[in-house]
Structures are given as C-alpha cells and as structure tokens.
C-alpha cells in the first residue's frame, strides 16, 4: 500500500495538513442557518405578495366598497308622491311634512325613558321595542312613523339621549272621509293599499333617486352630486277625477241620514253623466277615515259599487221593457190582462204586491206589475231577453278604473230552467253591480248608447302636462233612440204617478223606476226571510237628461219598498244639487200652485187593440177601463174591433165583432204579439218578414199566413 506524503514547497518547505471546506464539521451549521434564513425570508416574501395580490387584485373591488363605506354611504332619494284631484282640481290626496324618530341603541343612556316615552305618546309596546333595541350589533330602529305636531313637541321637550328625528313625507286626505272608497289610503311608507292609490301605486309613486353622502375627517356629511352613482328621482303623476266634492259630500251627507234613519246594513249612492257615463259621485256608507283606515273593520274599506253583487229587482223591469218596444211586440198602449195579482210559473206562484186586472204596458211600468212584466217576456222568449240583458252591460265588467271590480252574473239561457224567464224578467236569478245598474239607466237616458263609465279625467306628469285624457267611449247601441224615448216617458209616469211618486220634484221632468229585491241566502238557499234591497233609479231632466242618481239601501228595517225608502233619498240628493253652482242641469222653478179647485173632467182613455183576444176577456178588459163594449156575432175570438187605438172619452162603446170562423184582421199590429195572439186562439200560421203586420192572407184549409213589413 503507497503512503501518501506530503509534496515539497518550492523553497524546500513543506505545506501543512488541510481539511476539506466541505466536510468541515465547524462550518455546516453557519450555511445552514443562512440558507434557511433566505428560504424563510423568502416564503414571508411570497405570502406578502401573494396576500398583496389577493388584496389588490382579487379581493380589491370588496376592500374598495368596504373602505368606501367608511366615509360615503349610497342614500336613497325618496320621489315625491303624486296628488289626486277632483275635476275642480281641489286636492283629495296630498303630501305634507311629517316627523319621525329613530334610535341609536348604543347612544341611548335612559331606556327605560325611551320606552315610557313611546308607549305614553305614540301607543309603542314596550315588549315589542325593547327586544329590538337591546339586540347586540343593531344601529338603528324606528320608534315612531310621522307622528302629529303636538306629539313631536311633546318628545323633543324630553330631550332623549340616542333618539333622533327624521324629515319623511305623509300622505294627506284633506277632506278625510270624503270619496275613502275611490281614493283609498296608502301605508307607513306611502304604499297604496285601497281604491286608486293602491290601483295607480307605481304611476303615483315614481321613482326613487340615489345619491352619495360623503364624510371627512372631522366627520362631517355633505352629497357629492357629480358623483356617477348619483340619480335624480322622479316625482310622481299626478290624477285628476271626475268626481265633484260638492255633489260627493251632498251625496255622503244623505246617505249616511238615509242608513241611520232606516236602520239599514248599508247603502250606496251613484251619480253620473248619462252623456259620458262620467261618475260624479260615488258613496258607500258606512265608510272609513283614510287617516286611520287600519281602526276600522276591513268590511268597511270595500267599494260596493263596485265589488257587491246584487239581484237588482223590479230595476231591472227595463230591460224585458226595452226589449219589447224595441221588437215591435208592444206598443205603451197595448194591454196585458195581469191574472188580479198572480201568476203561476212551473208550479210557482210569483205575486204581485196588489192586485191588478187588465193593465196597459204603461201602467204595467208605472205600477210594477210582476205579472205583466212577467207575460211581456213570454214574448220575447228566452234568447231575446239574455241578449238584451248583455247589451245593456249586465254580466260584464265595465272597465271601470277602480280595484276589485267584479263582473256580476247573468247566465246563458242554456242553464235555465223553466222558471228562470220569468225570474231574470223582474231581476232574479242574476246579479249585478251598482255601477252596472247606474251605466244601464246612462244609456236609457242619453239616446241608447252603452258607453264605458270612467272616474279619472286626466293624468299629468310631475311637470304638470297632461299626458292622459279620458275621452267619451261608446261601447254599442243598446236600442234604437225611438225605443228608449218611448221607454223614457214611460218611467216619467212612474215618478208622476206610479210607484216613485216620492221621487217627484215640481218643476222637473223625472224619469225612474223603484226596485225591492228579496236577498238571497247563499247558505240555505233560496230567499232570506224579512230581508229586502231597496232601490231606486232615475235621470233628469227627462226630456234632455244630464244626471243619473241611482239609490240603493240594504236591507232597511221598517218600510222596505224602494218607492218607500229609496225613492225620498233620490229626491232628496236631487233637490240639494239642483242648487249647488256646478251642477249640470239648469233650475226650474216650479209651477204656481193653482189657487182654484182641480178640474173634475175626468182623462180620456186609449182604446186598446183587442183583436184576437176571447170575447169574454175583451169585454171585461173594456169594463176595468170605464168603457161599454158592443158585440156583434157568434165567434169566440175579437176579429174586429172599432175604434183601434185611439183616445175616447169615459163611458164611450167599442164596437168588438167576434165573426165564426173567421182569423182576426191583426193588420198593423206587431207581428211578435199577432203571432202570440193566434197560437192563443190555436190557429194555424205562417210568418214572413218582420216588424208590423203588413199583409194577411186566409189560407187553404184554414190558418192565416202574415207578411210583416218594417
């Protein structure tokens, strides 16, 4: 084995023994250490980078809105509700400036104050307060909503540590119960919850602005205007109705008489313009102050003008009536022998309220006769009458702008029964709303048009520009405008002598019709016992109508005939805003009273067609009448009769022929009733055209062809 030696120095010395650098036990630990200090240094360097890129980069949006909030908070701008006028633009509902107050818990020294405070001042329970006030992390909590003047000083007088006040806006009603119904209310935070100011909320309410609330070093706040979260909002439109507060408040006024008087469940007023179907007063009672709408019974914020169904009585005699007329069927002199005060119907008996022998289609009107509205409708059949009924609105909504409106209920002939003609004639076996009913009577009054009834007039933007403005809408032709005249002076009498008497006002031509309807017991069926709607419908003056007033009492106590209790409220309502300056029709003053006695000369009287009729039943019909009959011949049936239709006067003869064999000559009566007459008489007959009895024509064999002509 070779022994290493140590090499010779150049100067012949030699080097000493050295270690490795390496493998030097004394140096390893020192590199170490450094090492590991550059790799700490290192990582540290890492996770403050990687943290300044989560900060900076990733999570740097959320840092930003955080460090942001510290000093600038995004604040709703409230928009300013808009107002609701009348059509004189007197203000229904308004703004004014209200107070609240909130509280900063943790600023609140005296809790026991606060709390006794609320609850003696502004009703607050203070088991309901507490909890929120004592809750851990809670900033701010409302103490009271816009509260009342006398209410606020009452509270600053205490000044309370922690609570403060805030600036909001209130909603106002300044005539207060006045037209609740159609106005509503709105909540706490100007929400509308009833009427228009629920059904219109969003076009009221406007839109909301934001803006930036800055504050400095010293802590105080300013707006930054510039700032590109900044929006203005925009105030809201503003409505403007039809309704006139003169005439509404005469309507409230008497309404809320007429339900105490009577002892009523409730009533409901209508006034409109036949001419436009514009509502100018609309009232239920009993009604609510909007101001405190939450303190009354929920039953009370209903609009049942517009929500109630009802089955609308002898009112609803018009329609069966128009129908008639506007047919040919019936002229108002024609006659219709009324069975002395009954009918029977599919085993059915349906009275009258009195009795009553031959009456003319007039007088069927102006007594209300069941019985001869009931015979009327035999003629017309089924179909005609529900195809009036529509025409006239009835089973449809009226596109009315208010809330919760309700269509009512006329069904289709096909789910009748074999009573249901008679029943739906005199106004059973339906329902309809009051602004259906009050619509209906419109377009009786103005001619024959259905128009589409309206409550607001205008809409204006927060700038005032009128950006909406209702226009009249006729929705169809009901009858013909001969029809409804005829219809019209027809129900003059009904005031003038029949059974509205109590509506009559001298010196005004009135035109109306009464209603008592039994109600129906949606529980056991069938009618309650003892309970009754009183109605009353008219429009005036008659020869040019420019208001219809409908009344309407729910079951009164008492007296419950429309013409007893509904007829004087129309009269009374009518008579007060014949007087105020906005109304439409111009006054007349009444007659002189005469100073000497009445004529004692008796009317004379129109002779009715009898053609067709049993001998028997036309003499006795001319007997009721004052009248002398005078037949000639054998026949069972009147073929002949002179005079036809014409006036005459009291104790006069009519000269009736009854020839064997023979068909009656129904020449130039309504084809509807000439057939109704023969199928009575069982002859055979055959129809052609349409409208009056133009032609007649024996046939072979026997039966009568006839040719109608309009």
């Not at 955080?66 to 059509?87: N, V, W």
């Not at 119960?177 to 106005?183: F, I, T, W």
């Not at 609803?316 to 002395?340: H, N, Q, R, W």
């Not at 007829?567 to 029709?585: E, G, N, R």
Request: hydrophobic content about 40%; charged content about 20%; proline content about 7%.
């Amino acid at each position: 084995m070779r022994t290493h030696r140590p090499r010779p120095m150049t100067n012949g010395a030699t080097f000493p023994h050295r270690r490795s650098q390496r493998h030097d036990p004394a140096i390893m630990p020192a590199q170490i250490r450094v090492r590991v200090l550059f790799l700490a240094a290192f990582c540290l360097w890492l996770v403050l980078v990687s943290r300044l890129v989560k900060i900076q980069v990733i999570d740097g949006e959320n840092y930003r809105r955080i460090a942001m909030s510290q000093h600038q908070t995004i604040l709703e701008l409230p928009s300013e509700r808009g107002a609701i006028y009348d059509s004189k633009l007197n203000p229904m509902a308004l703004n004014m400036p209200a107070t609240s107050y909130y509280a900063v818990p943790e600023e609140i020294t005296d809790t026991t104050g606060v709390l006794q405070a609320f609850q003696r001042w502004c009703d607050r329970d203070p088991q309901d307060l507490y909890p929120r006030l004592a809750k851990p992390g809670v900033q701010f909590v409302w103490l009271s909503r816009k509260v009342s003047p006398t209410v606020e000083a009452r509270i600053d007088s205490l000044h309370l540590a922690g609570v403060y006040k805030f600036e909001e806006r209130s909603r106002r009603y300044p005539f207060h119960r006045l037209a609740s119904h159609v106005v509503g209310f709105t909540g706490v935070d100007n929400q509308g919850l009833s009427g228009l100011e629920s059904k219109y909320n969003d076009l009221l309410s406007g839109k909301a602005g934001k803006a930036v609330f800055q504050r400095d070093v010293h802590g105080k706040g300013f707006f930054l205007t510039n700032n590109p979260f900044y929006q203005q909002p925009q105030d809201g439109s503003s409505l403007i109705l039809t309704l006139d507060t003169t005439i509404q408040s005469i309507v409230e006024t008497e309404l809320r008489t007429a339900v105490e008087r009577t002892n009523a469940h409730h009533g409901m007023v209508l006034v409109m313009d036949p001419r436009t179907s514009d509502v100018l007063a609309m009232a239920n009672y009993p009604d609510f102050d909007p101001h405190a709408a939450t303190d009354t019974p929920l039953e009370y914020h209903r609009n049942r003008c517009v929500t109630d169904q009802i089955e609308p009585g002898s009112t609803y005699k018009i329609v069966a009536a128009t129908a008639a007329l506007e047919e040919g069927l019936f002229t108002p002199e024609d006659s219709l022998f009324c069975e002395m005060g009954y009918i029977t119907i599919s085993d059915r008996k349906i009275r009258d309220t009195k009795p009553h022998g031959w009456l003319s289609f007039r007088q069927i009107l102006e007594k209300s006769s069941n019985v001869g509205v009931i015979k009327i409708a035999q003629q017309l059949q089924s179909d005609r009458l529900y195809e009036y009924s529509r025409a006239y609105g009835f089973g449809a909504l009226t596109g009315i702008e208010l809330p919760s409106e309700v269509k009512g209920l006329v069904r289709s002939p096909r789910e009748w029964s074999m009573f249901s003609l008679a029943s739906v004639s005199i106004g059973q076996e339906l329902s309809v709303t009051p602004l259906q009913l009050a619509n209906a009577f419109c377009a009786l009054a103005n001619g024959g048009l259905l128009m589409e009834p309206h409550i607001i007039k205008e809409i204006r933007d927060d700038q005032g520009n009128v950006v909406y403005q209702r226009q009249p809408k006729v929705i169809r032709q009901v009858a013909s405008f001969e029809t409804v005249r005829t219809l019209s002076d027809i129900l003059v009498g009904v005031v003038e002598r029949g059974t509205g008497k109590k509506a009559h006002i001298p010196g005004i031509l009135i035109a109306g019709k009464t209603g008592t309807a039994q109600k129906s017991d949606p529980i056991q069926g069938g009618y309650k016992p003892n309970a009754y709607v009183a109605s009353f419908a008219g429009f005036l003056p008659a020869d040019d109508p420019k208001l219809v007033v409908l009344v309407i009492l729910d079951e009164p106590k008492g007296l419950y005939y429309g013409g007893d209790v509904a007829a004087p409220v129309f009269k009374t309502i009518v008579t007060k805003i014949l007087h105020t300056p906005s109304c439409p029709v111009p006054v007349v003053e009444p007659p002189p009273m005469a100073e000497t006695a009445p004529s004692q000369v008796p009317e004379s009287i129109n002779v009715p067609d009898l053609r067709g009729l049993p001998i028997q039943q036309a003499t006795q019909h001319l007997q009721q009448l004052g009248l002398t009959a005078q037949v000639t011949g054998d026949g069972l049936w009147v073929t002949h009769q002179t005079p036809l239709q014409k006036r005459v006067e009291p104790g006069a003869t009519v000269a009736l022929t009854a020839e064997v064999d023979r068909v009656p000559d129904l020449r130039r009566m309504p084809l509807r009733l000439a057939l109704s007459r023969l199928h009575q008489a069982k002859i055979p007959v055959q129809v052609k055209g349409s409208g009056l009895v133009h032609q007649q024509k024996q046939l072979t064999g026997g039966g009568c062809l006839l040719i109608g002509s309009l």
